[in-house]
């Protein structure tokens, strides 16, 4: 099924509003604006990924290595 972008985008953002209620340790109460999207808020909410896995990939301790001597030695800009 083809979801027009601007749906997509909107239904992104209330996961990611969903994930951050859930780290401001809020309940899990879908909020009137998000209502449209109440089920990406609420996967965001109970930390499901996005894409429907079951956890976010991780980030390998190579790839935090490389990002953290590139910050380093730009000055952490």
Do not use: C
């Not at 956890?55 to 000055?75: L, N, T």
């Amino acid at each position: 099924m083809a979801v027009a972008k601007k749906d997509q985008e909107r239904a992104n953002y209330a996961w990611m509003y969903g994930v951050q209620a859930r780290k401001d340790d809020r309940e899990r109460v879908v909020p009137d604006f998000w209502r449209e999207h109440a089920e990406a808020w609420l996967q965001g909410f109970d930390g499901v990924a996005l894409d429907g896995a079951d956890k976010p990939k991780a980030v390998g301790a190579e790839m935090e290595a490389e990002v953290d001597d590139a910050a380093v030695a730009r000055g952490g800009t």
